[in-house]
T-cell receptor
Framework: NAGVTQTPKFQVLKTGQSMTLQCAQD?????MSWYRQDPGMGLRLIHY???????DQGEVPNGYNVSRSTTEDFPLRLLSAAPSQTSVYFC????????????FGEGSRLTVL | AQSVTQPEDQVNVAEGNPLTVKCTYS??????LFWYVQYPNRGLQFLLK??????LVKGSYGFEAEFNKSQTSFHLKKPSALVSDSALYFC?????????????FGRGTSLIVHP
């Protein structure tokens, strides 16, 4: 049972480059989300989705784009990377039941030079 | 609006001693409360949750948490700390009756257990 799978685990970009962080879950969860984790800032929500074809902005959406074409996949796109986007990114999913807890991926460490 | 406060950035405890990691919350309705643990270079893992019922909730690895509605708190506890408990701990709240489907996380508390 793979759970939530994120790729790549590590990535170095130059300012202005674009890339996509991949996230896939095999638990048939309706809700998926992306967080970034920075020292002293805790977890900040970037974007989330409550089902295929539905996405919405979180606390820090600027500079990021998402889509949800299938239940399983929720990629995060950086269109023009900036040094301020250097962070560790986590994908998380949960069922639509109100009592459900989040399942997290192992994280993707991104460095923008 | 919902919010979570973890008042301590770091908690230090000796191995074998009891530990407490504090969490207070603010919601407009009845809260769903969660604790997660993050080991170095790993994703967050679910520890335990309070939804309804008994105020004392037991979870993984011997951890428990007590829901106190009057103090709006949900402190994480363990009777006897292990060095392997050293990690980053996050409290989270959801307020489905207040219309919020999305959990809000605290900033995290670093637990250091000394041998």
């Amino acid at each position: 049972n793979a759970g939530v799978t994120q790729t790549p685990k590590f990535q170095v970009l130059k300012t202005g480059q674009s890339m996509t962080l991949q996230c896939a879950q095999d638990m048939n969860h309706e809700y998926m989300s992306w967080y970034r984790q920075d020292p002293g800032m805790g977890l900040r929500l970037i974007h989330y989705s409550v089902g295929a074809g539905i996405t919405d902005q979180g606390e820090v959406p600027n500079g990021y784009n998402v889509s949800r074409s299938t239940t399983e996949d929720f990629p995060l796109r950086l269109l023009s990377a900036a040094p301020s986007q250097t962070s560790v990114y986590f994908c998380a999913s949960m069922t639509s039941r109100n009592t459900g807890e989040l399942f997290f991926g192992e994280g993707s460490r991104l460095t923008v030079l | 609006a919902q919010s979570v406060t973890q008042p301590e950035d770091q908690v230090n405890v000796a191995e074998g001693n009891p530990l407490t990691v504090k969490c207070t919350y603010s919601v407009s309705g009845n809260p769903y409360l969660f604790w997660y643990v993050q080991y170095p270079n790993r994703g967050l893992q679910f520890l335990l949750k309070y939804i309804t019922g008994d105020n004392l909730v037991k979870g993984s690895y011997g951890f428990e948490a007590e829901f106190n509605k009057s103090q709006t708190s949900f402190h994480l506890k363990k009777p006897s700390a292990l060095v392997s408990d050293s990690a980053l701990y996050f409290c989270a709240v959801r307020d489905p009756w207040g219309g919020s489907y999305i959990p809000t996380f605290g900033r995290g508390t670093s637990l250091i257990v000394h041998p």
